[in-house]
Every structure is written in structure tokens, then in C-alpha cells.
């Protein structure tokens, strides 16, 4: 089960810290990350943590201004948005995916994460 909160709005060139819970089964063989949908528009990859070595990988558009870190005693995952700008407007959601290996590459392809909780709210404003 996953729950993510820390949503609001923010103003363009701020920053906003979103949080995960994770609850239920060992983390060690899931990668962990956030999908976005702003309105009208398709759901995106944001970014992931591949959670037993903490390797993270970007959407381009966010690559350099968000970053996703973990907690693994608290299994809570936290994605930072700095230098946010409207286009981040959207709500977040919070993903995993289940590998069947700890060396599998992180995917990209939002319909890779089987496992969503409910979305948080982010807005930018300008």
C-alpha cells in the first residue's frame, strides 16, 4: 500500500518536498518513483529509486531540479521539487514495481509501476 501526501501549491522558482508510505512487503525488490498527469494531458514518468541500492533515474524535463530519496527504516520515499515552474502543475502519484532481479534497469514507461497510490495535488504558480 502506498500513500503519498506533502502536495500544495507553490510558487514558480520554490520548492516542495512530496512523501511516500510504504507499507506491507520488503522494499528490497521494488523500484519506488512518482508518475504525473496534469490536466488534459497523458500520465508521465517523473522519476524512480531502485530501492536496494538507491540508483534514480529522471524524466529529462526534471533532471536537475527534483530528486528522490528514500528512508528505508521509516520505508518512506520522498521526492524534492526545487526550481519548480507551472509545467510541474499536476498531481503526483506514487508508484512501485515489483523486479524479479536488483539489477534490473529502472523503467521510464509509466505503465511498468502495477502498484499506485492515490495522487497529491501540486500546484505552480506563476
Known amino acids: 500500500q502506498l500513500q503519498a501526501s506533502g502536495g500544495g501549491e507553490v510558487q514558480a522558482g520554490g520548492s516542495l518536498r512530496l512523501s511516500c508510505a510504504a507499507s506491507g512487503r520488503p522494499l528490497s525488490s521494488y523500484h519506488m518513483g512518482w508518475l504525473r498527469q496534469a490536466p488534459g494531458k497523458e500520465r508521465e514518468f517523473v522519476g524512480a529509486?531502485?530501492?536496494?541500492?538507491?540508483?534514480?533515474n529522471y524524466a529529462d524535463s526534471v533532471k536537475g531540479r527534483f530528486t528522490i530519496s528514500r528512508d528505508n527504516a521509516k520505508k518512506m520515499m520522498y521526492l524534492q521539487l526545487d526550481s519548480a515552474n507551472p509545467e510541474d502543475t499536476a498531481v503526483y502519484y506514487c508508484?512501485?514495481?515489483?523486479?524479479?532481479?536488483?539489477?534490473?534497469?529502472?523503467?521510464?514507461?509509466?505503465?511498468?509501476?502495477?502498484?499506485r497510490g492515490q495522487g497529491t495535488q501540486v500546484t505552480v504558480s506563476s
Open positions: 529509486i531502485r530501492w536496494s541500492d538507491g540508483r534514480t
Open positions: 508508484v512501485a514495481r515489483w523486479t524479479s532481479s536488483t539489477k534490473v534497469v529502472i523503467s521510464i514507461v509509466p505503465s511498468s509501476y502495477g502498484y
